[in-house]
T-cell receptor, first 115, second 111 residues
Framework: AQSVTQLGSHVSVSEGALVLLRCNYS??????LFWYVQYPNQGLQLLLK??????LVKGINGFEAEFKKSETSFHLTKPSAHMSDAAEYFC?????????????FGKGTHLIIQP | NAGVTQTPKFRILKIGQSMTLQCTQD?????MYWYRQDPGMGLKLIYY???????DKGEVPNGYNVSRSTTEDFPLRLELAAPSQTSVYFC??????????FGQGTRLTVV
């Protein structure tokens, strides 16, 4: 079975600073990896995904993530934080491609942006 | 294009009551899912469906039932509501692994 661990339930950064949200996964087969963002009282929106190929993936709103198999990690980064980035971020994994039996989510990281 | 629509947005139930959470999608997606979200716990899969007439249990199916009579609709039924079912429920759909589209959620309180 697969699992996801997100380090830090809350992360606070200053506006303009680097954003780094950590995600480690456990999977016995090559995983598909996803980052979703949730704004208050909203559903989840896909930020980016890794399926196969290039290990550095770029997403919306200036976010990117790098798949590191040796470290079983898929950390999310953004060079310069903006106030509008304040939200809940979820890392998720699927071993069936997410199309058949759904996603396994981490517990989420609440990103706080300090002015 | 409405995407995934969930109704109602909010509901308060008394213990032992029953209700159906509605979910419909207009993207002709084969795959549909129900998740529940509890504070600090992420999302957990309740049930999923890979097509009309086919459903299967997820990680936390106890106390819930689903049906999938059409491609568009995937209702979630709570038969005997319990306080442990107080949660935010999300319906999602996808064509494949490319992207899962989520509804806005239903906030359910059982008192």
């Amino acid at each position: 079975a697969q699992s996801v661990t997100q380090l830090g339930s809350h992360v606070s950064v200053s506006e303009g600073a680097l954003v780094l949200l950590r995600c480690n996964y456990s999977s016995s087969v090559p995983p598909y990896l996803f980052w979703y963002v949730q704004y208050p009282n909203q559903g989840l929106q896909l930020l980016l995904k890794y399926t196969t190929g290039a290990t550095l993936v770029k997403g919306i709103n200036g976010f990117e993530a790098e798949f590191k198999k040796s470290e079983t990690s898929f950390h999310l980064t953004k060079p310069s934080a903006h106030m509008s980035d304040a939200a809940e971020y979820f890392c998720a994994v699927s071993v069936s491609g997410g199309g058949a039996d759904g996603l396994t989510f981490g517990k989420g990281t609440h990103l706080i942006i300090q002015p | 294009n409405a995407g995934v629509t969930q109704t109602p947005k909010f509901r308060i139930l008394k213990i032992g009551q029953s209700m159906t959470l509605q979910c419909t999608q207009d993207m002709n997606h084969n795959y549909m899912y129900w998740y529940r979200q509890d504070p600090g716990m992420g999302l957990k899969l309740i049930y999923y469906s890979v097509g009309a007439g086919i459903t299967d249990k997820g990680e936390v199916p106890n106390g819930y039932n689903v049906s999938r009579s059409t491609t568009e609709d995937f209702p979630l039924r709570l038969e005997l509501a319990a306080p442990s079912q107080t949660s935010v429920y999300f319906c999602a759909s996808s064509y494949s692994w490319v992207e899962a589209f989520f509804g806005q959620g239903t906030r359910l309180t059982v008192v």
